[in-house]
């Protein structure tokens, strides 16, 4: 429980220097990868955010803008900030004790399913890998067609 706190609060303190988003206008995202162009629609997100709910689960998708240090407190997370609309930018933390870390560079575009949680600054998307113990239903990222979860 301790380390989920402290985990939690580093988020928050990453969050604090991430660009602060608006209210949002537009849903639709499209995502292009080299064999395919196709609609991600991110209604559930913006529909959280705009809501303040926390806990909800919800695919999407979005262009990585920003590469973070990893969180190496209790379980391991790879961090990055994704653009999800033209006034949204959500920070994943992408549990790699648990799932493949995801080999990813700016400007790549990538789909996620996974569990919002509410900020002000966006929100936050955790949960994109299996649950072992099979309590939770399993959230993933796709980049280049590959999922990781």
């Not at 162009?37 to 695919?59: C, G, M, R």
């Not at 569990?115 to 949960?127: M, Q, R």
Request: include cysteine; proline fraction near 4%.
């Amino acid at each position: 429980m301790l380390e989920k706190l402290i985990a939690f609060a580093l988020i928050a303190i990453v969050l604090c220097s991430c660009e602060r988003s608006q209210p949002l206008d537009a849903n639709i995202t499209q995502v292009t990868t080299e064999t395919s162009t196709y609609a991600t629609n991110n209604s559930d997100i913006e529909q959280a955010f705009t809501n303040k709910k926390s806990n909800v689960l919800v695919s999407g998708g979005g262009v990585v803008i920003k590469l973070l240090a990893d969180d190496n407190i209790g379980a391991k997370h790879q961090k990055f900030l994704v653009k999800i609309n033209t006034r949204q930018t959500l920070l994943f933390a992408h549990n790699i004790d648990l799932a493949p870390r995801v080999p990813l560079q700016i400007n790549d575009k990538i789909t996620f399913e996974g569990e919002y949680v509410y900020n002000p600054k966006g929100g936050i998307v955790h949960w994109t890998h299996h649950d072992p113990d099979g309590q939770h239903p399993a959230g993933w990222i796709m980049l280049n067609e590959q999922k990781y979860q």
